[in-house]
């Protein structure tokens, strides 16, 4: 005679943690840059200035004391125009906005000159490349430039990898290296047609990938009542984030394996009672394997003198939160409901039935709960009864 008892709906557990809760906080956007202080008449002013939002939102710029012949491209923030007088223009302040917060560049000021010649400046340039790649996997650096006059500017790069390509109109080097080596010296500069400005001399070290082997886990069940469903299933992973399969050596005849994840799965029958040995089941990213320490599985025939055990698997605490670090389970049972002296331990989150054998003439109590990783343990099941004959 088989038993089961009810004790999915009672296994609960006292709260575990409380409930977090957090606010997110707006940062501010960023802007920078230097507007062009001097210009000639009759000649076009461009400014553009660099803005982000940590947030990635939408920005809107403004633009306080502006001189009648400048414009902004409140979008984007750049400032064009095309005096046709001289003076000075003082207290420009460019602002930038993401809803929430407004940040401004330092306050400037235009004069415009009625003859002479605008002194032009170098163009600025900035960005530290990556000195170091791997064979196979994808480079890529791109440089930030900016002209405080506006001009438009134009990349070059001295001593360029042969694995990689380069732009000239955003100073973007990239590509995906074949072979190992040190490409050193490389420069990249920019330029706005009257003077050129470089970053800092450069190296790229590109080496070869060293594989790490994939890790697996998992403690599986010891024994199974004939009759009753067995499964187990490994945690595997690969630090690589290669794809993994699975193994199995010395698999029980009554059972299946998913080659996909590791799965060991079936019902053994009356028939097929005895202890299955030196099951090892692996995991392989394609170059490495590893194994699960080998076990053994018993099928255990209680027709007699034993009670079968089953219940639900607690999913949430009793605050409502997700249970999260479940072990396994421990039942309590005896002779008497109220003294429960006996327990066995199911080290197995994943189990959800055990058979308890060799049970004397009489009737029984069983209760069972749940305990954590951290050894917090639920309140008993409802206790439940059975009569051994």
Same mark, same amino acid.
């Given at each position: 005679?088989?038993?089961?008892?009810?004790?999915?709906?009672?296994?609960a557990f006292a709260?575990?943690?409380g409930?977090?809760?957090?606010?997110t906080?707006?940062?501010?956007?960023?802007?920078?840059g230097?507007?062009?202080?001097v210009?000639? *008449?009759?000649?076009?002013?461009n400014f553009q200035?660099t803005?982000? +939002?940590p947030?990635?939102?939408?920005?809107?710029?403004?633009l306080?004391?502006?001189?009648?012949w400048?414009?902004?491209?409140?979008?984007?923030?750049?400032l064009?125009?095309?005096?046709?007088?001289?003076?000075?223009?003082s207290?420009?302040?460019l602002?930038v906005s +993401?809803?929430? %917060?407004?940040?401004s560049?330092?306050?400037?000021?235009?004069?415009?000159?009625?003859?002479?010649?605008?002194?032009?400046r170098a163009?600025?340039?900035?960005?530290?490349? $990556?000195?170091t790649a791997?064979v196979?996997?994808?480079?890529?650096?791109?440089?930030s430039?900016?002209d405080? +006059?506006?001009?438009t500017?134009?990349?070059?790069?001295?001593?360029?990898?042969s694995?990689?390509t380069f732009n000239t109109?955003?100073g973007r080097l990239?590509?995906?290296p074949?072979?190992?080596?040190?490409?050193?010296?490389?420069?990249?500069? *920019?330029?706005?047609?009257?003077?050129?400005?470089?970053?800092?001399?450069?190296?790229?070290?590109?080496?070869?990938?060293?594989n790490?082997a994939?890790?697996?886990?998992?403690?599986?069940?010891?024994?199974?009542n $004939?009759?009753?469903?067995?499964?187990?299933?490994?945690?595997?992973?690969?630090?690589?984030?290669?794809s993994?399969?699975?193994?199995?050596? %010395?698999r029980?005849?009554?059972?299946?394996?998913?080659?996909? %994840?590791?799965?060991?799965?079936g019902?053994?029958?009356?028939?097929? *009672?005895?202890?299955?040995?030196?099951?090892?089941?692996?995991v392989? +990213?394609?170059?490495v394997?590893?194994?699960l320490?080998?076990?053994?599985?018993?099928?255990?025939?209680?027709?007699?003198?034993?009670a079968?055990?089953?219940?639900?698997a607690p999913?949430s605490?009793?605050?409502?939160?997700?249970?999260?670090?479940l072990a396994?389970?421990?039942?309590?049972y005896g002779?008497?409901?109220?003294?429960?002296?006996?327990?066995?331990?199911?080290?197995?989150?994943s189990v959800?039935?055990y058979?308890?054998g060799?049970?004397?003439?009489?009737?029984?109590?069983?209760?069972v709960?749940?305990?954590?990783?951290?050894?917090t343990?639920?309140?008993?099941?409802?206790v439940?009864?059975?009569?051994v004959?």
């Amino acid at each position: 005679m088989r038993f089961a008892s009810s004790l999915a709906a009672v296994v609960a557990f006292a709260s575990f943690a409380g409930v977090v809760s957090a606010q997110t906080v707006n940062r501010p956007p960023t802007i920078s840059g230097t507007p062009p202080s001097v210009i000639k *008449v009759n000649t076009s002013y461009n400014f553009q200035p660099t803005a982000v +939002d940590p947030e990635g939102k939408a920005l809107k710029f403004t633009l306080v004391n502006k001189p009648g012949w400048m414009v902004l491209a409140p979008n984007s923030g750049r400032l064009m125009g095309y005096p046709k007088s001289p003076g000075t223009y003082s207290n420009i302040i460019l602002r930038v906005s +993401d809803g929430v %917060n407004t940040v401004s560049l330092p306050a400037f000021s235009v004069t415009v000159n009625s003859t002479g010649t605008v002194a032009n400046r170098a163009p600025t340039i900035s960005g530290t490349p $990556a000195t170091t790649a791997t064979v196979g996997t994808a480079y890529s650096f791109q440089p930030s430039a900016n002209d405080a +006059d506006g001009n438009t500017l134009g990349f070059t790069i001295a001593n360029r990898p042969s694995w990689a390509t380069f732009n000239t109109s955003t100073g973007r080097l990239s590509g995906t290296p074949t072979a190992t080596g040190t490409f050193s010296n490389i420069q990249i500069r *920019v330029s706005d047609g009257r003077a050129t400005t470089s970053l800092p001399a450069f190296s790229i070290n590109v080496t070869n990938s060293s594989n790490r082997a994939p890790v697996i886990s998992g403690t599986p069940a010891r024994s199974v009542n $004939a009759g009753s469903a067995y499964s187990f299933r490994p945690t595997a992973s690969d630090p690589d984030g290669n794809s993994l399969t699975f193994s199995i050596a %010395n698999r029980p005849s009554w059972a299946s394996f998913n080659t996909s %994840n590791g799965q060991l799965s079936g019902t053994p029958s009356a028939s097929q *009672v005895g202890t299955y040995s030196n099951i090892t089941i692996r995991v392989s +990213d394609g170059r490495v394997t590893t194994s699960l320490p080998a076990f053994s599985i018993a099928v255990v025939d209680v027709s007699n003198g034993g009670a079968v055990l089953s219940w639900t698997a607690p999913t949430s605490n009793t605050d409502g939160s997700t249970l999260t670090n479940l072990a396994g389970y421990r039942i309590s049972y005896g002779t008497n409901a109220s003294a429960l002296t006996q327990t066995v331990q199911v080290a197995n989150p994943s189990v959800t039935n055990y058979t308890i054998g060799n049970l004397s003439p009489g009737t029984y109590y069983f209760s069972v709960r749940a305990y954590t990783s951290n050894g917090t343990e639920s309140a008993n099941s409802n206790v439940s009864s059975k009569v051994v004959r």
